[in-house]
């Protein structure tokens, strides 16, 4: 590793810069593995966001082994994920009974080692990088604390790009109108004037009965709302 | 120019790599204590531009930078607004002989001790959105490589404010649209309550809910709180709400 670490702190810093809604992330995180495989000589690279089901690799081999861990759903990044502690694999018998599947894909493809660290933020496993080498040494060499700045600029970003992806989805539950929720809504509020009770009591009977006559939640609150299902209404009046 | 580890983990620090969510001050002042640390100078002063493009002083890392600081600020002349005006950086080696450049700012600070002053601008994009005071207590160039890895430090931490303006505006954002959702779910919730209460269709109700807020001057969310916080309407203004709504009901034709 050069006494000088300029073109690494460059490579962080255009990342970190890089937050523009029109820059897509996986793509982002792609170019990043890239260069990745760069300063830290290794054969490969891959980044794997959990929440936004991202696999992201650069180097021969390495992409098409992240799609092998993600299918058989065994392997040192999700392993990694789990435990949020870095996982060592130097592919001997110990990773072929753990994650068999990866272990054969990764031997074909030439890689004998992968040293998988967690992306932390705030006490959170977000993700895994995962180094991967073709020689018998742990790839990426003793370079731990590069190693950690790489993981932590990743999952910086990952922070922010889940926090984003957390936003949409309120977005899209206002912009589709909320239409069943309007339903359930109005019946909450019909059934806690009838009843007496609050909009959050009223809810728990209109659960529960539609759970013990295994109907939709919205089908049930929409018979409330039109008045239509008399029984029924009588039965839950019944039961209070 | 070579960077060590020490100076790679502060810059990028300060770009947004820590895990801690950082406000623009704690990074000011992060800002201010690297330059104090790395650099060969006796004092440091930040200074971010507000929304209006006014430059405030935000950090220093030691008192002698507030004078300086705030010396800038007040008489709107001086390194670092040089500096943020032209998105370049501003050297002045011997403060005894600025008074011709800034007549108020030279002689007051060289008064209080300081003899020269390098500004930087923190840029992003071509686009400056402060600037640094780098204050010396000697006259001299400040070296070149000093020069260098304090821009480098002020552009890193140009990266990390820009992401804690972003992360901002996204809360807030967040916080609108949760705000929006949670208003509809009332409006829906008290049309139910108003619906039953005086057998009338929803779709009426949730007009003559609106139509209630309108005369009352409130937002519909607001009258709507009120009934889902008190459905049976046993509070103070409880019943005179209700034989209003049933005046209401009463004086309006709800059929086709």
New interface residues.
Partial sequence: MPPGYRQLYTVIAEFLDNLSPEFDFEDSLRAFAAECVNVLHCAGVIFLIADAGITAGWGEGAPELAEVEAHAKRGPGLECLATGRAVDCLNGTASRERWPEWSRAALRSGFLAAHAVPLLSRGETLGAMILLGTGPGRPGGDAEQLVSCFAEAAAANARIRLEELRRAEIVAQLRNGMTSRVVIEQAKGILAERGGQSVDEALVRLRDFARRNRRPLHEVAREVIEGSAEPPLGRLDAEG | ?????R???A??DL???????ADEPALALELAECCMELLPITACAVLLADHDGELGLVAVSRCRARVVGLLEVSHGQGPAIDSFRTASAVHCDDLAAADSRWPVFAPAALADGARAVSALPLR?AGRAIGAIDLVREHSGPLPEAAVELGQ?LA??AA??I??TR??RR?DL??EQ??V??DR??LV??????????LRLP?EHAARLLSELAAADGVEPHALAAR??AD??GASVDGPALVRALERAAAGRNFER
């Fill in positions: 120019m070579a960077i060590e580890r100076t790679l983990r810059l990028i770009a947004g790599a820590q895990q801690a969510r992003r480098t552009d890193s990266i990390g820009a992401r972003a992360l996204g954002l967040a649209w949760r929006a959702l509809r779910v829906q919730q008290a049309t139910g309550i108003l619906a039953e209460r929803v009934f889902v459905p049976a």
